[in-house]
């Protein structure tokens, strides 16, 4: 069973272009969760999705970034006009379906995008 | 809102001996805690969790054990290796389904 995957693994850009990082959940897992972060810092959560629904996107700053998880193809974050200060490592997580109301269920975590804005 | 705390790094300790990395947390509710490990240059992999007041999570010789009364979750390992070199994160998953990460507590370990 394949893990999560994410592409690419490092991406340059350079100010003003667009980025965008592609995850593919694990088998059977239908939740998507974006975190980023920044050097030497914890993760920060941005957006959850569920196929074709965005469901928590209260970690998103509010311009430029948007995120999709379609009903077929991976999971897109998308960053328009990038700056400096978006330089991080962006981790995608996934997890599966059911869970019990009282209890978060795993997210597993696949190797991360690094961004770099020249 | 909800956080969590962990000590500050680096902790720095020789083959064989003892860790503890602290983590308190603040929530509502009853979250679930998790431990992450990082390797160098990589993503991040789950080493153990617990769900409920005094559960005890344990994975390769990690162990730790959720507790209510002083809102902790310690990691633990009574004899660490240079291969545990790594960044150790401490995790809290309410019911909003995000994870809330510490800032992470860098170990190295020289033989």
């Known amino acids: 069973n394949a893990g999560v995957m994410q592409n690419p693994r490092h991406l340059v850009r350079r100010r003003g272009q667009e980025a965008r990082l592609r995850c593919s959940p694990m088998?059977?897992?239908?939740?998507v969760y974006w975190y980023r972060q920044l050097p030497e810092e914890g993760l920060k959560f941005m957006v959850y999705l569920q196929k074709e629904n965005i469901i928590d996107e209260s970690g998103m700053p509010k311009e430029r970034f948007s995120a999709e998880f379609p009903k077929e193809g991976p999971s897109i974050l998308r960053i328009q006009q990038v700056v400096r200060g978006d330089s991080a490592a962006y981790f995608c997580a996934s997890s599966p379906v059911n869970r019990a109301a009282s209890s978060t269920d795993t997210q597993y975590f696949g190797p991360g995008t690094r961004l770099t804005v020249l | 809102g909800d956080s969590v705390t962990q000590m500050e790094g680096p902790v720095t300790l020789s083959e064989e001996a003892f860790l503890t990395i602290n983590c308190t947390y603040t929530a509502t509710g009853y979250p679930s805690l998790f431990w992450y490990v990082q390797y160098p240059g990589e993503g991040l992999q789950l080493l153990l969790k617990a769900t409920k007041a005094d559960d005890k999570g344990s994975n390769k010789g990690f162990e730790a054990t959720y507790r209510k009364e002083t809102t902790s979750f310690h990691l633990e390992k009574g004899s660490v290796q240079v291969s545990d070199s790594a960044v150790y994160f401490c995790?809290?998953?309410?019911?909003?389904?995000?994870?809330?990460f510490g800032t992470g507590t860098r170990l190295q370990v020289f033989p």
């Open positions: 995790a809290l998953g309410a019911n909003t389904d995000k994870l809330i």
């Open positions: 088998k059977g897992h239908s939740h």
